[in-house]
């Protein structure tokens, strides 16, 4: 695994963060790095050490694997002719496993569903391999991609899709969470207190307890209840968000977000 040559199409913030996962578990590793603009290529390139392309026809064809990091509108206008035995990685939302056979020669083709924290190797990334792997390259793309993160194995591609919304959009609803406590500690503070640092440390600090081997048979129920003591200051606060029906919106939002990538797949 030291060797491994991998090319990536696509080197937006989710290709990015992938690459920079996998060349800190395998410093070793050659990327090859192909993105339309060309500039994000380049500097992911000058980053780990790797080669920015030109073209996407200008990819070798004989890599260990291939990394689809580009949005999944943009699958029509993709061009290159990979080998029959290529090894594909898609991380291309909604697009399903027979529709990239159709397309390429190769019929070994896994969907990965990562999220941002891979690139620091925190990734909750969902992972569906179809049938046409070995065990061999099954241990392979296990062992690279575990440098990003943890990896949870779909049995299903209904259900990487089904929890899409939770993992891969997951971070954005929780920075956006965290946007709305830093705006809210600014204003009730007029900006007296360090309200980014307060709120950076108070979720990493919930995401470590929810976490740690002591709480291992502890719901998140229970998590809040114990820091919930009736009518007290935290109570007043979660009755607000009950009576505004904050599960309900929640729901709203990861049933749009679920839609939105079966549209992405037709």
Known sequence: MTNLKIGVFGCGNMGRALVLGMKAQFPAADFFLFTPSKLKAQELAVTVGGKSLDQSVDMPRDLDWYLLAFKPQSLNEFQFNFAPDSKIISILAGVKTSKLIAKFNSKKIARLMPNTPSALGQGANLLFLNSHFNQIEELEINSLLSATGKLFPMKTEEDLDLTTAFSGSGPALIFELARIFEF?????TNGRVPAKEIVSQTFFGSAAL????????????ELRSQVTSKKGVTFEALEILKNKNIQEIFSKAFEAAYNRTIELSK
């Open 184 to 188: 809210e500690l600014n204003r009730m």
């Open 210 to 221: 929810m976490n740690s081997p002591l709480n291992l048979g502890t719901s998140f129920e």
